[in-house]
């Protein structure tokens, strides 16, 4: 635990966050830095083919010590959300923690509550990680990437440990849709996928949401306040009036649940002349996508009836689809998961989670990719933490995962 620790400090200190609206690609230098570093030790712990490809990409592969046995790839992501700062983190060991509310130290107005967080009341008496309130953490998904460089190194410390060839791939700009853009299953060449990107241990992702996003273009006419009387047209106003009309009672985030979708606003920026609307559409039925993205072209239409002079446009983007859709297409890839947590002495719980990761492009690519827990949670906000006692429990399970691939015959 305490390599796992030292690893996982260093990489947040890295600063790594993706940036959405730019053509480069990674999105930000902080995650070409941090494969420099995650490189460096997948060479010095001796792993087999280590390279950094020209996107960006850390490959490299634990070399068999039962060749025979289907080769599986693990992957996790190196950039952290866009949603709050993460530079100049400064992680915040809690050892025994006390089971009470968490006072962030460098922003003592942000509480951890434990009323607001389930998973708490069951962390007594383990080591957790926070950060000290003025920048995310980035456990989403460093908590990934050192169990999977921990595991790493126990197998390559262990030869006696029977598995197959094991592939690892630390992808970029996950947070903003595009972790898979860049890579090639035939490169991957595995049987299937695991993402370490899941919240509490015993967690077994293999339902996601299916995606899309949409931008709002609304177009105004903007002249001189003094001289506006007939002529201007406000996007800001037109742009306020969409967005009242967009159903929120049963078809918003903070207002639904379970296996219900909705349609999120979270981004505007613009002036009187042009703003910009960034919406994103979720639901675990994919057809509902459509629906969705068409009641944003009735609200246009209804916003542009009396407001004819303005323009609004409606752009619909691919993002990523439900992980479940393609699960058949390797039924070991959650019944050895499944079976791993088992064997180290963990009770599965399959889960639907309200998001996506990797492993829902990449499952629908062709690579069935379930999603397995490393213990991060509140990400992508500064009340963030991770527990050092389930990434642990994380390494074990990669472990034992590794253990039963070794049993399988290829497919």
Known sequence: MDQLLERFLRYVKVETNAVEQTDAYPSSPGQLELGKVLEAELRALKLENVRTDENGLVWADIPATQPSAPRIAWFAHMDTSPEFNGKGVKPVVHENYDGQDIVLSGDTSRVIKVDDCDVLPSLRGKTLITTDGTTLLGADDKSGIAVIMTAAAELMKNRDIKHGPIRIVFTCDEEVGRGADKIDLKDVDAACGYTLDGETIGELDNETFSADLAVITVTGVNIHPGLATGKMVNAIRVAGLFISRMPWETLSPENTSGMEGFLHPYQMEGGVDEVSIRIILRSFDTADLEKHAQILRDVAASVTNEHPKAKIDVAITKQYRNMKDSMSI????????????????????????????????????????????VGMH????????ACLDEMQSSVKVLIELAKLWGQENPS
């Not at 390797?330 to 064997?343: F, S």
């Not at 996506?356 to 492009?361: A, C, E, K, P």
């Open 330 to 373: 390797e039924p070991r890839a959650v019944a050895l998961a499944a079976k791993a947590m088992q064997n180290a002495g963990i009770e599965p719980e399959y889960k639907s989670i309200r998001g996506g990761t990797d492993g829902s492009r990449l499952s629908e690519m062709g690579l069935p990719t379930p999603n397995l827990a």
């Open 378 to 385: 509140n990400f992508h906000s500064p009340l963030e933490f």
